[in-house]
């Protein structure tokens, strides 16, 4: 008795000791300027007069410097251990590169400015995420009752900004993200500061690492999920206007499915050690194939277009949490900065790609084809992780 309440009071000190609400400040502020800029950008970029190939090549560009960003920054966190420093100069310089949205109405200009605010965009989230491990301690399982609270600032602008275009220009846009990049910065300044390792000279190297059949798979599997999600991002507001939708339709859309995905996170300290992060991951994938085709031959029908948004919850939150499990396993902390960046890396690849091929061909004609493309994205990756995951558990 005397050992079970020794070991609930130290639970209730671990826990006390996590910063929750500046760590969960941070990624609904973060997450709020991803919520605007995900659903409406296409919609602002078309109120300039910006054709469908421009669109997918302007949105390439933001998800294209995921490519280098997050690979640099990382070996500098890894070497210095000072993640938490990089991530609030990397908020500062995101609210002082959107500054440049309000003057660029051009290719080339608006060019300039993505590729400035998308170098620090996406580079400082993998750094936090890393931070947010470190707070966390042994207590990992809680990772997504933290992360949440950045589904929440994503439905807050997603769903918020939609009611707000129903009556208001989509020109105001750059505004809303301007004053939500401001906050991420501000929040930033509120995280407490925690040691981070640094990579030790006689840990494993992050290339032998990456040698491991099940990493390299992973990581191949995750290139191909976020590949088949990058019609969804870049044009599937467009796409639903096109078919009658209003902007407030688009926005309660896009914010059922991260309502969705917070459902999940709230339940994922329980779900995840139950099911284990493999049967997750390829629940997820197979979800991801039925959300792409219901989307791409279910636009006619209302009730299989808001059905499909519940899947959000299999093809983003699901693998997510599973794959944070995954990366701190096997790259542990002195490589966590870059095992975390190459994730980040992937994802930003497969989106930058998948927009600008999706720009290239994009029409209401070919919606469902471009759909059915990333169902058969999404089933390459569950059969590679399916054979992997047979042969790591096979004698």
Same mark, same amino acid.
């Given at each position: 008795?005397?050992?079970?309440?020794d070991?609930?009071?130290?639970f209730r000190?671990s826990?006390?000791?996590?910063?929750?609400l500046?760590l969960?400040?941070f990624y609904?502020?973060?997450f709020?300027?991803?919520?605007g800029?995900?659903?409406y950008w296409?919609?602002y970029?078309q109120s300039?007069?910006?054709?469908?190939?421009a669109?997918?090549?302007?949105s390439a560009?933001?998800?294209?410097t995921? /490519?280098?960003?997050p690979?640099?920054w990382g070996?500098?966190?890894d070497?210095t251990?000072?993640?938490?420093r990089l991530?609030r100069l990397?908020?500062?310089?995101?609210?002082?590169g959107?500054?440049?949205?309000?003057?660029?109405?051009e290719?080339?200009p608006?060019?300039?400015? #993505?590729l400035?605010?998308g170098?620090f965009q996406n580079a400082?989230l993998a750094?936090?995420?890393a931070?947010t491990?470190a707070h966390?301690g042994e207590?990992?399982?809680r990772?997504?009752?933290i992360?949440?609270?950045?589904?929440l600032?994503? /439905?807050a602008t997603?769903?918020g900004?939609?009611?707000?275009?129903?009556?208001f220009?989509?020109?105001?846009?750059?505004?809303?993200?301007l004053?939500?990049?401001?906050?991420?910065?501000?929040a930033?300044a509120?995280?407490?500061?925690?040691?981070?390792?640094?990579?030790?000279?006689?840990?494993?190297?992050? #290339?032998?690492i990456?040698q491991?059949?099940?990493?390299?798979?992973?990581f /191949?599997?995750h290139f191909?999920?976020q590949l088949s999600h990058?019609?969804?991002?870049t044009?599937?507001s467009?796409y639903?206007?096109?078919?009658g939708?209003?902007?407030s339709?688009?926005g309660?859309?896009w914010g @059922?499915?991260?309502?969705?995905?917070v459902v #999940?996170f709230m339940?994922?300290?329980r779900?995840?050690?139950a099911?284990?992060e493999?049967?997750?991951? @390829? $629940?997820? #994938?197979?979800?991801?194939a039925?959300r $792409?085709l219901?989307?791409?031959y279910g636009?006619?029908?209302p009730?299989?277009i808001w059905?499909a948004?519940?899947?959000?919850?299999?093809s983003f939150?699901?693998?997510?949490?599973?794959?944070?499990?995954l990366?701190?396993?096997?790259?542990?902390?002195?490589s966590q900065?870059?095992?975390q960046?190459l994730y980040?890396m992937? $994802?930003?690849?497969?989106v930058?790609?998948?927009?600008w091929?999706a720009?290239v061909?994009?029409s209401?004609?070919?919606?469902? $084809?471009i759909?059915?493309t990333a169902t058969? @994205?999404?089933?390459v990756?569950?059969l590679l992780?399916?054979?992997s995951?047979?042969?790591?558990s096979?004698?």
């Amino acid at each position: 008795m005397q050992h079970a309440r020794d070991s609930g009071q130290r639970f209730r000190l671990s826990v006390a000791r996590i910063p929750y609400l500046p760590l969960g400040a941070f990624y609904f502020f973060y997450f709020a300027v991803i919520g605007g800029f995900m659903p409406y950008w296409g919609l602002y970029l078309q109120s300039l007069g910006f054709n469908a190939e421009a669109i997918g090549e302007l949105s390439a560009i933001v998800m294209a410097t995921r /490519i280098i960003a997050p690979n640099f920054w990382g070996y500098i966190a890894d070497k210095t251990g000072q993640r938490l420093r990089l991530v609030r100069l990397g908020a500062g310089m995101i609210t002082l590169g959107w500054l440049g949205v309000f003057v660029a109405r051009e290719f080339w200009p608006l060019a300039a400015v #993505l590729l400035v605010y998308g170098f620090f965009q996406n580079a400082i989230l993998a750094q936090f995420e890393a931070v947010t491990l470190a707070h966390l301690g042994e207590q990992r399982e809680r990772y997504s009752q933290i992360r949440l609270w950045g589904s929440l600032g994503f /439905i807050a602008t997603g769903t918020g900004l939609g009611l707000y275009f129903e009556y208001f220009p989509v020109s105001h846009l750059p505004l809303a993200l301007l004053v939500c990049a401001l906050a991420t910065w501000l929040a930033s300044a509120f995280v407490p500061d925690i040691a981070t390792p640094k990579r030790s000279p006689n840990a494993q190297g992050f #290339l032998a690492i990456l040698q491991r059949r099940p990493v390299w798979v992973f990581f /191949i599997a995750h290139f191909l999920l976020q590949l088949s999600h990058a019609p969804y991002y870049t044009f599937y507001s467009i796409y639903l206007e096109s078919h009658g939708y209003s902007r407030s339709d688009i926005g309660w859309l896009w914010g @059922l499915g991260v309502f969705a995905e917070v459902v #999940l996170f709230m339940l994922m300290h329980r779900v995840l050690p139950a099911v284990g992060e493999h049967r997750l991951m @390829l $629940w997820s #994938l197979a979800l991801a194939a039925v959300r $792409w085709l219901m989307i791409g031959y279910g636009v006619e029908y209302p009730a299989m277009i808001w059905s499909a948004q519940l899947l959000h919850a299999a093809s983003f939150a699901t693998f997510h949490a599973a794959a944070m499990t995954l990366i701190y396993r096997h790259f542990g902390e002195g490589s966590q900065g870059q095992g975390q960046a190459l994730y980040s890396m992937l $994802w930003g690849t497969g989106v930058a790609l998948g927009a600008w091929l999706a720009g290239v061909v994009w029409s209401n004609a070919m919606a469902g $084809w471009i759909f059915a493309t990333a169902t058969a @994205l999404c089933l390459v990756a569950l059969l590679l992780l399916m054979q992997s995951f047979r042969q790591a558990s096979a004698p």
